[in-house]
DNA sequence: CACAAAGTGGGGAAAAGTGGGGAGTGTGAG
DNA sequence: CTCACACTCCCCACTTTTCCCCACTTTGTG
């Protein structure tokens, strides 16, 4: 389970640490792919495999197709160097927007990496903005249950 | 089943001491997110564990994806030190306007932490209130039967 | 009143994060 | 074919943060 919010710079070389928290929750195998809204995602072995049912055929609808290209194609398997640091490519970051700084965040099952700019635009949520979403969260599960 | 109020020091590191009556009912696992009205809360991890339904992947919709990363974002586990402290990170002292005092609160299935001006409006309640606060809610039960 | 338990505060070792140098490898131009 | 350049790793050094430990104060209890 990967939890909380981290910011870490990004040197010049286009290096970001890893929490420790995560990265040794991180076995060889993880995949770092281009996710929604613009951010980079971590997937750990486990969870990278639950995505393996996105394949192409003769039967996949075209938007499959389209999706699947992107993901696979952005993949790349995870290398830590001596200090727990992953590089991200040129093409990584200009698609995250990523410059000097990255937030890194747990999101469950999986960890996502965003610029400044839009991850203050989540993460700061006020208690009211807050409050909303949760409530919104008790709404859903009561409507699943039905 | 957590009961009472507390009002405990929080020093320059950020360290609260969760009371004693707490902590021996709460074992590892336990998790501190942000909640609702800007205060913080503790879930024990059977009250954790309903939250963990949310899932990312690439089936994901986009009002859960938000959900998710402002849930699990602001979410940390718990980590005792010898003296029976969490840390509270700087962006939870900030989200609940905590600088050198906090009121912990427990409230049945859950522990609540409150800074000190906010804890008293509502603490501090008086009869009436309290009389029309009880009365909504037995209102708001009675219109959600029909 | 004495003892035990709980809460508070601070110092220091260890871990995590940051930045940069330099060897090794591969590519492309001359 | 050779050299220059770029790029990737690996390693080292420094800074910052975390967390572990000790000691003191306060509160509660027999």
Redesign the interface.
Known sequence: ?????YRHSVDAKGRVAIPARFREQLPTGTVISKG??GCL?LYPPQ?WA??QG?RLGSTTPAEERR?ARM?FGAARECEFDGQGRIVLSADQRQYAGITNVAWI??????I?IWNDEQWRR??E?T?EE??R?????VE??RAQRT
Chains 1, 2 share one sequence.
């Not at 965040?105 to 999986?110: A, D, E, K």
């Open positions: 389970m990967f939890l909380g919010t929604a809204e995602q969870e639950g995505e996105l999706l993901m965040v747990g999101v469950n099952n999986l996502e989540i993460g949520a208690p807050y409050t979403i949760q409530d919104q969260v859903r599960r």
